[in-house]
């Protein structure tokens, strides 16, 4: 498989007062291009870990974390992330945050605005552009945080429970405008959840990761069909691969105690 | 002293901008209880119930011929130009300190000991010490100023600095920010509410050091002429100065506030 992002044996541990925490103990994964794939899993399992090692923010302590093939050293524009937290400059308005990434790739003024606007108007917030986060709800928000995202054109979308802090209504319309945009431009996108209907539907492959230490506990295979709908989401089938990952979440056999 | 909001930082969006019409209703009331605290004054005075109070009639009279025989404004003059270069000179020596302070734990290491240590010494203590070393000039009274407008600033820039969120240093990092980038783009428009607050500290800090450091050796100043003025047991005088002390502290205050809603308007508030 000509795998786009690759985790080979990664191991991080996080020193506690008495003890070292296993965030990860030697996980492998790959994800091909152009793949959707989603992590779920209890808290503790390491899947933030696996993101923020992937966009460059930490380092392994033992294996390597590739993209491309080659070893990721540090944060780069080729890797767009996005936080639950949205993580926008809150003095900056919509558009200017959405430019920042732009301006530090030095793109020319004409192109910048260009590809700010296009952006902006990707996530549906055109009328909104001139406004500051904080007037914004939290759906639009995020959506601003995924046209930054996009203005740089990451080949890697690294997506951090985008919509753990959203509404239920607003999350269902931001994972179709997310599948909408991801089927035209096929970035390669890691998506982090705690949710499992949002891992199933995004997802072409669900990897379902334990806890203690943290590791891949299954793959699902998620053979639905794209376009996702309203009426995949409410199919059997869907119901059916939904439950296989639920149970493989919530009953995982009990941790190994050799931590 | 106008009241110090620490800056506040909140998680859920709440829009609470005031409508127009209800702002005016404060500046009102404020009005109300300044006239019924003159009147107040007044009738105390007239009634002679503090001994040596002077009527607010016969204040605003010696304020009258202060100004014209000029005392007034050349005292004021004074005390501000201290306090403007101590101040000034405090907030552009503390908020690069506190930068560097909060970036490089090896300079915080290196000046936090001092810090923490001349922070528990009031300004007004080390007067005489400043007197001895620096004389009776205008250096000793700048000085102390510039200590308690410093002390004032450096923590909170530095605090700005400590309190920035981290993941909009990641998401800057992400986006293929430098360190250089980073701290200019996001740590210091991050910073600017707590380095306010402490501008507006350092300046009470400021106003209070000077009225003291004036008591010592000084020609002219606000400070000086209440001091003078007590020995003659001319009350109205060291009301004038008192007044005049307490307005210029409010204008600056404002004027303070007035940039900190300019420059930090983007704050969520509660």
């Known amino acids: 498989m000509n795998s ?16 070292t925490f296993t965030a990860l103990g030697g996980v492998s994964l790959d994800i091909a291009d152009q793949e959707f794939v989603t992590v779920v899993g209890p808290s503790g399992c390491g899947k933030s870990t696996l993101m923020s090692m992937a966009a460059g923010l930490q380092e392994p302590d033992s294996g390597s974390v590739l993209v491309d093939g080659t070893p990721v050293s540090g944060p780069g524009p080729d890797r767009g992330v996005i936080f639950q937290q949205y993580a926008l400059f809150p003095w900056l308005t919509v558009r200017q945050n959405v430019e920042f990434g732009l301006k530090l790739a030095s793109v020319p003024a004409e192109e910048r605005r260009r590809r700010t606007e296009q952006a902006i108007g990707l996530v549906g917030l055109s009328d909104f552009a001139d406004a500051l986060p904080k007037t914004l709800s939290g759906g639009m928000k995020q959506r ?8 740089v054109d990451p080949q890697v979308l690294l997506m951090d429970e985008p919509f753990g802090a959203l509404d239920a209504l607003t999350r269902v319309q ?41 590791r891949v506990h299954r793959v699902v295979d998620v053979e639905l069909p794209y376009p996702r709908t309203e009426e995949i989401r409410l199919s059997p089938e869907f119901r059916r691969i939904r439950n296989e990952v639920w149970t493989s979440v919530y009953h995982q056999e009990a941790p190994a105690q050799a931590a | 002293m106008a009241v110090i909001t620490p800056p506040e930082k909140t998680a859920a969006g709440q829009r609470q901008q005031q409508p127009r019409r209800s702002r005016r209703r404060p500046l009102v009331l404020n009005a109300v209880a300044l006239a019924a605290g003159v009147a107040l004054w007044a009738v105390v005075a007239a009634l002679g119930l503090v001994e040596n109070l002077p009527t607010p009639t016969a204040v605003a009279q010696k304020a009258g011929t202060m100004i014209a025989d000029g005392t007034l404004v050349s005292d004021t003059f004074a005390s501000l130009r201290r306090v403007l270069l101590g101040y000034a000179l405090g907030v552009v020596v503390a908020v690069p300190v506190g930068f560097l302070m909060g970036w490089y734990p090896t300079v915080r290491a290196l000046v936090e000991p001092y810090i ?62 430098s360190d250089r980038i980073i ?18 500290i350092g300046l009470g800090a400021s106003w209070a050091t000077v009225v003291a450091a004036e008591l010592i050796g000084a020609q002219e100043g606000l400070g000086y002429r209440m001091q003078k003025a007590s020995t003659w047991f001319e009350m109205d005088t060291i009301f004038v100065s008192l007044i005049t002390i307490g ?17 930090t308007g983007w704050q969520e508030r509660r």
């Open chain 1, 4 to 19: 786009k992002i690759s985790f080979r044996d990664v191991v991080k541990t996080f020193p506690l007062k008495d003890a």
């Open chain 1, 144 to 151: 601003c945080a995924i046209a930054r995202a996009y203005a």
């Open chain 1, 174 to 214: 931001l994972q179709d405008q997310l599948l909408q945009t991801w089927s035209q431009d096929k970035r390669t996108v890691l998506f982090i959840t705690h949710d499992v209907d949002e891992a199933v539907y995004l997802a072409s492959r669900v990897v379902v990761m334990a806890a203690r230490p943290g």
């Open chain 2, 116 to 177: 923490q240590f001349f922070r528990t010494i009031p300004p007004l203590a080390m007067i005489p010490l400043a007197v001895v070393l620096l004389g009776i000039g205008e250096v000793p009274k700048i000085a102390v100023i510039f200590l308690a407008s410093f002390m004032a600033c450096v923590v909170s820039s530095f605090q700005g600095v400590i309190d920035v969120d981290k993941t909009l240093i990641n998401a800057a990092r992400v986006l293929g920010a």
């Open chain 2, 183 to 200: 701290f200019a783009k996001v740590v210091i428009p991050a910073s600017t509410p707590f380095i306010l607050v402490g501008m507006r």
């Open chain 2, 247 to 263: 307005v210029l502290g409010l204008v600056m205050d404002r004027l303070l506030l007035l940039a900190e809603r300019r420059l």
